[in-house]
């Protein structure tokens, strides 16, 4: 007895649009979860305070905003290219355990209060080239420029991972140049410390049981 075949045809443009749609939700959770981890990490850390500083000694909000922006984009593009670099140098399984420890350690950095040791304001510039500098200079090492590593590492996606940590620190800092010391106030750093903190360690729990890059 002959038997009736049934032919599957899988088309082309399926494939491509399952691929695009996976992309498409790899871009988003890498643009959100950068932005909120990075704007609650900024909380009391030594940028924000920063930010407080500049705003009181230099009065002028726009040029220290746009010093802040330009200072962040190039600060955090040098970490995202490093990330990205260092992902490209492990298996897929080590990078799973680094990317996660480093969230963890993270958590625990995020816990501890923030000062700023000195005045890192330039004299004889003007205000935006005082901002950029000293805000790039103060970011430098800091947790979040290091958490842009990781998440480049962890996502692969430079563009996303960047705009989003970019817009995390202006959405931590323009509040702190234009409402100055009232945001101290009225914001409990300590609760936002707590929330950064269980934000890393969900995210070093994610890296460890998500695909990273080929894992």
């Not at 940028?47 to 500083?53: A, D, F, G």
């Not at 330009?70 to 955090?76: G, Q, R």
């Not at 680094?98 to 330039?122: I, Q």
């Not at 936002?192 to 890296?207: H, K, Q, S």
Request: glycine share 8%; aromatic share 8%; with cysteine.
């Amino acid at each position: 007895m002959r038997r009736n075949r049934i032919d599957y045809v899988v088309y082309p443009g399926s494939l491509s649009d399952s691929f695009n749609n996976k992309r498409r939700r790899n871009l988003l959770e890498a643009l959100v979860l950068s932005t909120s981890v990075v704007a609650l990490a900024e909380m009391g850390d030594k940028t924000q305070l920063l930010s407080l500083v500049l705003a009181a000694k230099l009065k002028c909000r726009v040029s220290i905003i746009l010093g802040i922006l330009f200072a962040t984009l190039a600060n955090h593009l040098l970490a995202g290219y490093v990330g990205a670099w260092l992902a490209s140098l492990v298996s897929p399984q080590a990078l799973r355990w680094t990317v996660a420890l480093s969230f963890f350690a993270f958590g625990a950095w995020a816990l501890r209060p923030d000062k700023l040791e000195e005045d890192r304001t330039l004299r004889g510039t003007g205000v935006f080239l005082t901002t950029l500098i000293a805000f790039f200079l103060v970011e430098m090492g800091d947790k979040t420029q290091l958490a842009t590593v990781a998440l480049a590492a962890r996502y692969g996606s430079l563009v996303a991972v960047v705009l989003g940590t970019t817009l995390g620190m202006m959405i931590a800092n323009v509040p702190a140049v234009w409402i100055g010391g009232a945001l101290a106030h009225r914001v409990n750093m300590q609760v936002m410390r707590w929330v950064a903190a269980g934000l890393f360690v969900l995210l070093g729990v994610l890296a460890l049981f998500a695909p990273i890059r080929g894992a």
